[in-house]
């Protein structure tokens, strides 16, 4: 079935500093993949997608991109803020008609002034 | 603008009691989908819905139940068969449409006592 690797955590970063944040995944067919930030005491909120391979996602300074060759989809920043401290999460959804998201176990990343 | 609604945002519950939490969304999604998110923790899928009147467990269903009458409402009673209720649940709705993610809700922290 469909599986979705990402990095443990906690990751702790001082501001603008770089950040990645690793994830593979296993899936059959052509998956959409996806990033989603959780801040505390809420929900979750996407980040940003790609739906085929050499899609690169954007938004709010964060980007990833779509590779099929290695199955990984990482997240980075080049300068990250004392305000992107979060949990992300990686996730895909499979090809067909299936509805269901596939998660990452989530990532805690904490930036320090 | 249409959203997912979960309510109450804080509950509070003695031990043996049941409870139910509410998700309503307003964005004409089919699928309906219960997390389960405890500190420091992944989610975990709780019950989903693909079709109104319709639904299936997912991999935590047991001490939990759900009803999908209407589109818009998919609510979850957490039974006092559930041996540990206390955590964060979260609410999501998507549409069948390939690329696209979920639209989650904001959150019920469920704390027993």
């Known amino acids: 079935g469909d599986s979705v690797t990402q990095m443990e955590g906690p990751v702790t970063l001082s501001e603008e500093a770089f950040l990645t944040i690793n994830c593979t995944y296993t899936a059959t067919g052509y998956p959409s993949l996806f990033w989603y930030v959780q801040y505390p005491g809420e929900g979750l909120q996407l980040l940003l997608k790609a739906t085929k391979a050499d899609d690169k996602g954007s938004n709010k300074g964060f980007e990833a991109t779509y590779r099929k060759e290695t199955t990984s989809f990482h997240l980075e920043k080049g300068s990250v803020q004392v305000s992107d401290s979060a949990v992300y999460f990686c996730a895909l959804r499979g090809g067909g008609s299936n509805y269901k998201l596939t998660f990452g176990k989530g990532t805690l990343l904490t930036v320090n002034p | 603008d249409g959203g997912i609604t979960q309510s109450p945002k804080y509950l509070f519950r003695k031990e043996g009691q049941n409870v139910t939490l509410s998700c309503e969304q307003n964005?004409?999604?089919?699928?309906m989908y219960w997390y389960r998110q405890d500190p420091g923790q992944g989610l975990r899928l709780i019950y989903y819905?693909?079709?109104?009147?319709?639904?299936q467990k997912g991999d935590i269903a047991e001490g939990y139940s759900v009803s999908r009458e209407k589109k818009e409402s998919f609510p979850l009673t957490v039974t006092s068969a559930q041996k540990n209720p206390t955590a964060f649940y979260l609410c999501?709705?998507?549409?069948?449409?390939?690329?696209?993610?979920?639209?989650f809700g904001s959150g019920t922290r469920l704390t027993v006592v």
């Open positions: 819905s693909q079709i109104v009147n319709d639904f």
């Open positions: 999501a709705s998507s549409i069948g449409e390939q690329g696209r993610g979920y639209t």
């Open positions: 964005l004409n999604h089919d699928a």
